[in-house]
């Protein structure tokens, strides 16, 4: 599978940005999703995951309640909605694919076998 992230940009402190995660290339639909971001000079670190249904997520404590990660498997994509942005959230953001038999969600980068090419959030303050 091939994954394209798209949506990132500038948004002040406080705003909301989309992000798309779109896969061609195979059945989209036996995927379980993770988003990650990665700051300069840090790891990658995992943000939120969903399953290939859609029906579970993960959150990582830092974003709990301001970012909502869902899907749509006719359409290929996940998305990531982030709202109330702060300035930490600065960083670029990947999306991950694994194909997996249990439906389960994915916490782990090293559970990924499929990144897209990230794309870039900016948070000023």
């Known amino acids: 599978v091939q994954l394209q992230a798209s949506g990132g940009g500038l948004v002040q402190a406080g705003g909301s940005l989309r992000l798309s995660c779109a896969a061609s290339?195979?059945?989209?639909?036996?995927?379980?999703v993770g988003w990650f971001r990665q700051a300069p000079g840090k790891e990658r670190d995992v943000v939120a995951a969903?399953?290939?249904?859609?029906?579970?997520?993960y959150y990582a404590d830092s974003v709990k309640g301001r970012f909502t990660v869902s899907r749509d498997n006719a359409k290929n994509t996940v998305y990531l909605q982030m709202n109330g942005l702060k300035p930490e959230d600065t960083a670029v953001f990947y999306c991950a694919a694994a194909r997996d038999r249990r439906d389960a969600v994915l916490g782990y980068a090293t559970l990924y076998d499929y990144w897209g090419q990230g794309t870039q959030v900016t948070v000023s303050s």
């Open positions: 969903i399953n290939k249904s859609g029906t579970n997520t």
């Open positions: 290339g195979s059945t989209f639909s036996t995927y379980a």
